[in-house]
């Protein structure tokens, strides 16, 4: 091969690496800027939800899928990357303020999930988004077993002891049986995150052990609360609605109670919640446990997808006496489907848990896929005319 050749091939050698290296640093580039940009835009929009004076604060979530060129293909065309990006924001004078007397799911803390479900190079169209509102927790009732006695005060500090928000609900005067009067109530209502529609399963499974096991109560109130002057094994104590600290198996759905912790029991060492590893081992049509599943299951956007991507491209030339005409044409069609996981368990009007069958393991079976499906859609269709000169 003569020194021309040689020299062509190490041109065309140095070409290909110089096309990878600028892929590489636009691929790069236009990832960070993306990044960047969702989150900007997830602060500003938690920012707005918070503004508002009705919830005084507001966590949010962007789920987008961006589409990047490759300088390397011929036509330009790419492929889409997943870009995610949250925000929790707090901007309310009134931290302390509890849910209302009436049962508002607003109240209720919440996750706003923008995704998109569209994107078209074509500038005259805008990118299709989805909103979703998820709720973190729901309004759970609790009705004394003995309605003449009641729930003491004790007891209904040691719920907001486990839950925090709770609302003593039915106030009336009892004749205790040293003759004195004291306040008890009828009812109590729980703002209860294992009862959300996005349940963590850690969280659960500690208010779980709480209310079942009083000696892990008084330790980790005693851890959490230190520098109060709360009294935590006269708090611990106290015996609530069942499973409970005297009967784990019992689960009355007249007078409601933890359906999660129903059925606990020790196994080397360790309590063990059946109906909660129910909820987190369930497939995603509330069908059986599924064998393959390992561990807890979350709620929450999926992190598994899938995606459909299909191409095709072409060049027409035709000549004439006096012109020639080249046309080049080429489109990609990228499906991605996802899921959201929920436990759809409270009514969106009210935010209270739906009323279930006596089984506790039937609260459980409310677990369900929401269909995040994304279409990218991109097109190419270019003309040249060249115009033939005679000499």
Not at 256 to 269: E, F, H, I, L, R
Not at 317 to 346: G, K, L
Request: glycine letters at 8%; hydrophobic letters at 35%; proline letters at 5%.
């Amino acid at each position: 091969m003569g020194c021309g050749g040689q020299a062509l091939v190490e041109v065309a050698v140095f070409g290909a690496i110089f096309l990878m290296i600028i892929g590489a640093m636009i691929t790069y580039g236009l990832r960070f800027d993306y990044n960047q940009r969702a989150q900007q835009q997830a602060f500003r929009r938690a920012l707005k939800i918070a503004s508002d004076r009705t919830t005084g604060g507001g966590s949010y979530m962007l789920l987008e899928d961006k589409y990047i060129p490759d300088p390397t293909d011929p036509f330009g065309i790419g492929s889409s990357m997943p870009v995610s990006a949250s925000a929790s924001i707090v901007r309310d004078n009134r931290l302390d303020a509890r849910a209302g007397t009436v049962s508002d799911p607003n109240d209720l803390p919440t996750t706003v999930l923008d995704v998109q479900l569209g994107w078209t190079n074509d500038p005259a169209q805008e990118p299709l988004m989805q909103r979703y509102i998820l709720r973190n927790a729901g309004f759970r009732y609790e009705v004394a077993a003995n309605a003449a006695e009641g729930f003491t005060k004790n007891q209904v500090d040691k719920y907001k002891l486990i839950y925090g928000d709770v609302l003593a609900i039915g106030n009336f005067k009892y004749t205790n049986s040293d003759g004195d009067e004291e306040d008890r109530w009828t009812t109590v209502r729980i703002m209860d995150s294992c009862a959300g529609q996005i349940v963590d399963y850690d969280a659960c499974y500690e208010r779980a052990t709480q209310l079942v096991d009083a000696g892990l109560c008084q330790s980790t109130c005693a851890r959490n609360n230190k520098d109060s002057d709360i009294d935590c094994p006269t708090l611990c104590a106290q015996v609530l609605n069942p499973p409970n600290q005297n009967d784990q198996s019992t689960f009355n759905y007249a007078i409601g109670g933890p359906w999660y912790a129903a059925g606990g029991n020790t196994s080397s060492g360790y309590w063990v919640f059946p109906v909660l590893d129910k909820l987190f081992g369930m497939d995603t049509g509330g069908g059986a446990t599924t064998s393959s599943v390992v561990g807890p299951q979350p709620t929450g956007l999926s992190g598994d997808s899938t995606s459909d991507v299909r191409r095709a491209s072409g060049i027409d030339r035709v000549e004439s006496t006096d012109h020639i005409v080249t046309q080049q044409f080429a489109t990609m069609r990228e499906q991605i489907s996802r899921n959201i996981i929920i436990h759809d368990n409270i009514d969106p009007t009210t935010g209270e848990q739906f009323v279930r069958p006596a089984a506790a393991d039937a609260y459980a079976g409310d677990v369900i896929a929401v269909p995040l499906n994304s279409d990218i859609q991109v097109n190419v269709n270019e003309t040249w005319s060249t115009e033939k000169h005679r000499y």
